[in-house]
């Protein structure tokens, strides 16, 4: 089955700079990659997804990017708030297999 | 709109006793998933329902556990003879097809003393 792995774990960043949470996953079939957001006590919530058939995703401050040769793609912040404070988990899921296959998580704290 | 509704938000339960928790998705949405998160850990998938399909059991960690899906909206997890490692967040999701984005509940709290 499919297996996705996500680093860093955790990430301390001060305000204002970048982050970038990075995830490889194993199986080549895998064509939809969404990420999200799990703020302390709440539910995980979509930021941003990309499908396998473009490399890159922008929404404001958020990106993502993919490279399915090397079958890893990227979260990246950039300008980062202190409200942008939470585990942000990516995962994997493909065409005919419809659960989501989701990394461990990496918890983002950004200093103020 | 309404989101997807779990119930109970905690259940305090004694080892051995079985509990349901409850999922409620968002109309029209033909899958629906169970993920359980153990305190600072991710998402571990259970199973997930898609339309009419038999559904994916292939992440039900035992056969205490169980769900169903009655007509093709409200989910029940069951979980017999509850042990103490089963304590953790019950995560419900839905979505309108396979392969979109899920929608998850606020989550089932479930103790085990």
């Known amino acids: 089955g499919e297996n996705v792995e996500q680093h860093p774990s955790t990430l301390s960043v001060q305000e204002g700079d970048s982050a970038v949470i990075k995830c490889t996953y194993s199986d080549s079939a895998s064509n939809y990659f969404p990420w999200y957001k799990q703020e302390l006590g709440k539910r995980p919530q979509l930021i941003i997804d990309i499908r396998s058939n473009v490399g890159e995703k922008k929404d404001q401050r958020i990106a993502v990017t993919l490279n399915k040769t090397a079958k890893h793609f990227s979260l990246h912040i950039t300008e980062t708030q202190p409200e942008d404070s939470a585990v942000y988990f990516c995962a994997a899921s493909m065409t005919n297999a419809g659960k989501s296959t989701f990394g461990d998580g990496t918890t983002l704290t950004v200093k103020p | 709109g309404a989101g997807v509704s779990q119930s109970p938000s905690n259940k305090v339960t004694e080892k051995g006793k079985d509990v349901e928790l409850r999922c409620d998705p968002i109309s029209g949405h033909t899958a629906l998933y169970w993920y359980r998160q153990s305190l600072g850990q991710g998402l571990e998938f259970l199973i997930y329902?898609?339309?009419?399909?038999?559904?994916?059991k292939s992440g039900l960690p035992s056969d205490r556990f169980s769900a169903e899906r009655t007509g093709g909206s409200v989910s029940t997890l069951t979980i017999q003879r509850t042990q103490q490692e089963d304590s953790a967040v019950y995560l419900c999701?839905?979505?309108?097809?396979?392969?979109?984005?899920?929608?998850f509940g606020n989550g089932t709290r479930l103790t085990v003393t």
């Open positions: 999701a839905s979505s309108p097809l396979l392969n979109s984005p899920l929608h």
């Open positions: 329902f898609q339309g009419n399909s038999a559904p994916d």
